[in-house]
Every structure is written in structure tokens, then in C-alpha cells.
């Protein structure tokens, strides 16, 4: 199935079952007025800002890959793919429900390159809000992709490191579950779970007709990516603990949760 230029489907075996993974490439198209807008450009950059803009459309190729596992329960722990998770979060979304699709999106390597290898830290500033941009476009396109692909209805998402509850370590067997997918498209898990580009996002999409947000679960104040308020119900709801304090830190999935 194709989703863009560059996309292909890819057949892999782990132990006896056969996994497929999808990858989505793209070219980003950028829109200029709302990245100026949010980078607050003013005339006396604009040029600038621009020639950077043009720059980076030239190279950008966001990039995702997904694909679809089993799940099932095992007392506390959820098991998806063979991989054993103990979270509440997970327990809770997956209850009743015999399949979840992980996935990884990145802003592509290109981008992160480019980043790299300006000096200047403006120019780079905005090389980060254009790389920000580019992987909010191939989120949503992935998220259809997923829906596409399996029939599905309403998802959601559920991200590694935005709950204490799904902590940042399990990015690992979130990884494990794609195989050869995050290597494939320039994406690498450092010892410390982030994520190489740094623009880049990871989770598990679940169907489910009810909207579930981590926003919902997840205390911390200030936060530019809030998608839903924080609600101290919903995690009596969901078996989780009240936090003693409200940090002001904001998940790696931020604003693009
Ligand atoms: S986007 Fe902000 S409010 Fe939502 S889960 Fe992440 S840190 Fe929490």
C-alpha cells in the first residue's frame, strides 16, 4: 500500500509469526505564513528566515513507520507483540481489545543533518521549528495511514515518557516491536531512551470510540502541549496514584504529543 513517495511494506519474522511493518516518507510542503507566525519572524529576518525556509523544503523528508500486534493480559502486566508492559494506562486502554499498532515518527535525518551542521544558533532555532512542523505533517498522515491500513475507527495514542506510569524505559520493547522499522528511516534510541532525531515521536495507537488523552493523567503545569486538562477522577478511574506535587517539565512528546 502506498502512502507517498517513498513508502513500501516490509515483511519481517520474529520467531514464528510474521510482522509486517509499514513505512511512510514524504515530502514536506511547509506553510511559511504559520511557521513565520509561530518562529515570530519579523521583517528585519524575513529574508533570512526565508532563504533557511527554502533551504530546508529542499531536503525535508518526515518519516514514520508501524505496524500491528496481539495483545492480551496477564495479570498486572499487558502483553503486546510478546512484550511485557506493566502499566495501568495500558492495562486499562487495551482491556477487551486483541490488537494495538505501535509506531515511530521522525522529522527525517535530513533535517536533523542540516540542524547540525548550521552554526548559527538562530538559523538552527529555526531549523528545529520547521523539523517541528515537518513531524506534526507526517503524525497526522501516519495516524491514517494506521486507520487506513486496518479498517479502523476513532485511535488513540498512548506515548512512552508522558506518564510515569508508561515511563520513558519503555521505549525500548516499543522499539524492539518494530524491528529493523526506526533503523530503516534514520531513527536511533540512545542509552537514555531519547530519541535521535530529536523530533521524533513513538507510541502505541489504539481503537477505542472514546477520546483518551495522556493529558488527562498527566499533572504537570505550564505545559505548551496540554490537549486536554488534567483530571484527578480519571486517574482513580485508571488505578493510578495522585502525584504529591505538579512538576513544571513537559513530556518529550510536547507540543506533538
Ligand atoms: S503534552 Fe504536556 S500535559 Fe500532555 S502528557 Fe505531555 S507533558 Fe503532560
Redesign the pocket.
Known amino acids: 500500500m502506498c502512502y507517498s513517495d517513498l513508502a513500501e511494506t516490509i515483511y519481517i519474522y520474529g520467531g514464528l509469526a510474521r510482522m509486517e511493518l509499514n513505512t511512510i516518507s514524504i515530502r514536506y510542503e511547509g506553510d511559511f505564513d504559520a511557521l513565520a507566525k509561530r518562529l515570530r519572524i519579523n521583517e528585519d529576518c524575513e529574508d533570512e528566515f526565508r532563504e533557511v525556509y527554502e533551504d530546508c523544503l529542499k531536503i525535508a523528508r518526515p518519516k514514520g513507520v508501524f505496524t500491528e500486534c496481539s495483545v492480551s493480559q496477564e495479570g498486572r502486566e499487558t502483553i503486546v507483540g510478546g512484550r511485557r508492559f506493566d502499566s495501568r494506562v495500558l492495562s486499562m486502554n487495551f482491556k477487551g481489545l486483541s490488537r494495538v499498532f505501535p509506531y515511530v515518527i521522525s522529522c527525517g535525518r535530513e533535517l536533523y543533518d542540516f540542524a547540525r551542521a548550521t552554526e548559527d544558533p538562530l538559523c538552527r532555532y529555526w531549523i528545529d521549528g520547521i523539523s517541528e512542523a515537518a513531524l506534526r505533517v507526517v503524525g497526522a498522515r501516519l495516524r491514517k495511514a494506521v486507520q487506513e491500513t486496518y479498517g479502523l475507527g476513532h485511535i488513540n495514542s498512548v506515548n512512552p515518557g508522558?506518564?510515569r506510569d508508561f515511563p520513558l524505559s519503555c521505549q525500548r520493547p516499543l522499539f524492539d516491536l518494530l524491528g529493523d522499522g526506526p533503523d530503516e528511516i534514520g531513527l536511533e534510541l540512545t542509552p537514555t531512551f531519547l530519541m535521535l532525531p530529536y523530533k521524533s515521536g513513538s507510541g502505541i495507537y489504539f481503537e477505542s470510540e472514546a477520546r483518551y488523552?495522556?493529558?488527562m493523567l498527566?499533572p504537570?503545569i505550564d505545559?505548551p502541549?496540554?490537549?486536554m486538562p488534567?483530571d484527578e477522577e480519571m486517574l482513580a478511574v485508571y488505578g493510578i496514584e495522585s502525584p504529591q506535587e505538579r512538576p513544571q517539565s513537559?513530556?518529550g512528546?510536547?507540543?506533538y504529543?
Do not use: K
Open positions: 508522558s506518564l488523552e495522556n493529558c498527566c504537570r505545559c502541549g496540554r490537549r488534567y513537559v513530556c512528546r510536547a507540543p504529543a
